[in-house]
């Protein structure tokens, strides 16, 4: 079957990888800090530039904060995946496991005055814009010390003094947000880019195109992240795109091809566009990844995708797996003590999720807030349009 045939191209990159332990040399630096090469698990494509090398200088302090990082991640989502079967989470969410390493390659690169807007997959961006468990299960929860207020949800985390700009539930809607948050950043001669991260479905929308011309025209310092995890919904992405080389889709904008999963080779990419944007304007930059649960919390995801493809993602391309056997294999630290950290994060997120709990939810009057101009009031009318029938805050 078609779909059998396509799914095996999901496992491409690692499979295509130099194991390793050949692909890696540790260096010794003149501090004795331990500095170590590592490479990127397929070489970058590029379209209209020339892509940067696949090898990386990295620490073993950096190893273990991406370690610990996704470690966080993977455990908060599966804790959501558990209270929403418990009814503590309602409504819509969207869980980002499996795409970890794009959240935190993606911050190794930048800085916290770099903007990022995405889609409803936010929770993890959140995390990695240096936003708490706490603030992310009493948000989902819809409770009152949420970082929205407890008025957002899963779709719409914000952390606007770290440069976090939602949590979108419209598709595509964040792409010409996002070039506006570019266009701000340029007006105020700020050295600073603005990210703005949208799917594979997303990708064919033409607001992107809209949004990208005039970051063209202008020079804009935008960087269009794709995340490519293969499906929008339940679609496959070569029943949607006629050329799932997103890439590509930017014509005469750059654009590159990243294995999403190997969090080295997001954050080389994210280094190498930033700088291109700032010179030279907007970059595409498609990073190859994967969800493991199904598009939302109503979805099983199994329907539209055989289980095979789904563990074979899991063993072959993992991307705090692929982490995990880079700390091993430089003696960094042992099995037990991964271990031991993983178990260190599932007390701090049980602990969170039990200080969420605690939050009261959001006071009535909180309904009014944030959603119109204060003191100018709104005038609510029947379904005649002639009758007056409330007058709101
Ligand atoms: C304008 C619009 N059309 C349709 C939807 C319904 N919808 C929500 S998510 C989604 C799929 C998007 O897939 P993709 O862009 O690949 O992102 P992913 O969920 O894979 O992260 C659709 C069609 C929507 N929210 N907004
Ligand atoms: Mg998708």
Redesign the pocket.
Known sequence: MALTHRSTNLLKPLSAAVPFTSSLRRLFSTDDATAITVETSVPFTGHKCDPPPRTIDTTPKELMTFFRDMATMRRMEIAADSLYKAKLIRGFC?LYDGQEAVAVGMEAAITKKDCIIT???DHCIFLGRGGTLVEAFTELMGRRDGCSRGKGGSMHFYKKESGFYGGH?????QVPLGIGLAFAQKYSKEEHVAFAL??????NQGQLFEALNMAALWDLPAILVC?N?H???GTAEWRAAKSPAYYKRGDYVPGLKVDGMDAFAVKQACKFAKEHALKNGPIILEMDTY?YHG?SMSDPGSTYRTRDEISGVRQERDPLERIRKLILSHDIATEKELKDIEKEIRKEVDEAIAQAKESPMPDPSELFTNVYVKGFGVQSFGADRKEVRAILP
């Open positions: 969207h889609a409803y997959r539930g419209i598709v595509g809607a949208y799917g594979d479905g997303a990708a995340e995890n499906y929008g919904m969800r598009h």
